[in-house]
């Protein structure tokens, strides 16, 4: 695929699928130009910093705290972002070269790094977005929006998010309502579990075929049966015929929670109104979306990465493809036409039956995928591995990265010799990963197999605005 024809077309027009990825963008960031950027975003830092005191509006403090990049033209911002992968990159060769691995490259990076691949939609980008209640600014306990402050310094002000330029209008609208919903409620909010109070976060989930999904958490205290199903009948006569009927929802979830994070083996997702499932659009190809499942928060831009995964793959018709942290299956999925076999692994038990409900949905026979910790379903499965066809490795974790045993149990496979790893913050935890598949053998560790070198990173802008970039990094063997 040619990055540099598909980021010019409008969203959800993509290249053909005969162009290559040899075509994309050389690096063409001079020092100088770097140099000046960094200056500037120096400068506007501070200005930002500046609009942070007392007497700047609540609305700025908050544009700031999430979005801190969203005074700048859009370009500048996609420099500061090719800044920070420079800077990654290098700690990563400095970390390496530390053990002993002659990793440093031109600019004492470890690999080449192409320019950051923008995002086909800058505005409105989320098609999830999460609202907790809160004290607002005008002190109302009742209030829903984002935070601005932080709980160790007993500082947090919830203040409404109709200025976020990341956030969709129907978004932002289902807050609003649901802020009049427990503005009305004769129930107080749950701000501090131990305090007593029910009403808490909201979760909106959209498609481009015009999907809405509402998902309310609801502290139930010591309330019974009969008190529970009052309130979701108010809940749902308020969605479904009084003001909140604007929304539109296709789906109204509750759930009720007493910890911070519920799953839905924890506490199941109680569908009041609508279809227990909205669906979106990739590559051609359709799939469904539960409360709880991943989806990459901007679809236009997931499109134009998982392209590139299945370039840098370099996936075959005999080709095995591991799909790690495979969420509701759309990396594996969408390039299920380009190998012979599709692995997933996924621990949120609901994805992985989106994912094979979505391989039937699209006819794809070619896959399986498999319910579980990856550190225990990983090592299992590659053990006694003795498949002749080509293993190519997709992980794709969270922040907190993957397991010990995960990049052991690749690390050791023999027959994986190219690894993509997909990160959200390559700062963080992943980095300990990088450093795990490309350090020497170690018995003391079990690493015996032979050590991954990173080869090619590419930054995507999945989060315009913000600072935050994902880096799909390609190690090789």
């Not at 609003?176 to 989930?205: N, T």
């Not at 205290?221 to 199903?229: F, K, N, P």
């Not at 969408?334 to 599709?342: E, G, M, P, Q």
Request: charged share 20%; with cysteine; aromatic share 6%.
């Amino acid at each position: 695929m040619a990055l540099s024809c598909a980021l010019r077309l409008p969203h959800r027009r993509l290249c053909p699928s005969g162009a290559h990825l040899s075509s994309l963008p050389g690096q063409d960031h001079s020092l100088l130009t770097e140099k000046t950027t960094a200056a500037k975003w120096k400068e506007k830092k501070k200005a930002r910093q500046g609009c942070s005191l007392p007497g700047s509006s609540w609305e700025e403090r908050l544009a700031n705290a999430v979005t801190p990049l969203w005074r700048l033209p859009y370009q500048e911002q996609l420099q500061v972002k090719y800044q920070s992968q420079r800077k990654i990159l290098q700690t990563l060769a400095s970390r390496l070269e530390k053990l002993g691995i002659d990793a440093q490259k031109p600019g004492g990076l470890c690999c080449p790094l192409q320019p950051v691949v923008p995002s086909p939609i800058v505005n409105g980008y989320r098609n999830k977005s999460t609202f907790s209640v809160n004290r607002g600014p005008d002190g109302n306990p009742k209030t829903v929006g984002l935070y601005v402050g932080t709980g160790r310094a007993r500082n947090i002000v919830c203040v409404k998010a109709n200025h976020m330029e990341n956030i969709p209008p129907e978004h932002k609208q289902v807050a609003e309502c649901y802020e009049e919903f427990i503005r009305r409620s004769s129930l107080d909010p749950c701000i501090l579990f131990h305090e007593g109070g029910h009403w808490r976060e909201l979760v909106v989930r959209t498609t481009s075929h015009g999907h809405t999904m509402a998902i309310i958490t609801f502290h139930p205290q010591e309330l019974g049966q009969e008190a529970l199903a009052t309130q979701k009948a108010l809940l749902k006569e308020f969605f479904m015929c009084g003001p909140g009927r604007v929304c539109a929802l296709t789906s109204l979830y509750f759930q009720e929670s007493t910890m911070t994070r519920c799953s839905h083996e924890q506490s199941p997702f109680q569908l009041l109104h609508g279809e227990p499932h909205i669906f979106e659009e990739v590559l051609g190809l359709k799939f469904r979306i539960s409360p709880d499942a991943f989806f990459q928060v901007n679809t236009g831009a997931a499109e134009v990465l998982y392209q590139v995964v299945g370039e840098l793959s370099q996936a075959g018709g005999d080709t095995i493809l591991l799909d790690i942290c495979c969420g509701t299956g759309t990396i594996g999925l969408s390039l299920a036409h380009r190998v012979s076999k599709i692995i997933g692994i996924e621990v949120v038990e609901k994805a992985i039956e989106d994912a094979r409900w979505n391989a039937a949905l699209n006819g794809i026979l070619n896959c399986e995928f498999h319910s579980g910790k990856a550190e225990a379903v990983l090592p299992q499965l590659l053990s006694s591995w003795e498949d002749a066809r080509p293993l190519v490795a997709v992980v794709n974790p969270s922040r907190a990265g993957l397991h010990y045993r995960v990049v052991r149990a690749i690390r050791n496979c023999k027959s994986i010799r190219r690894l993509l790893y997909i990160s959200c913050k390559p700062e963080g935890e992943a980095m300990r990963n990088f450093l795990e598949l490309c350090c020497p053998p170690d018995p003391g560790k079990k690493l015996a197999g032979e050590p991954f070198a990173p080869t090619l990173a590419i930054p995507f802008d999945m989060f315009p605005h913000t600072v935050h970039c994902e880096l799909v990094l390609l190690f090789t063997r």
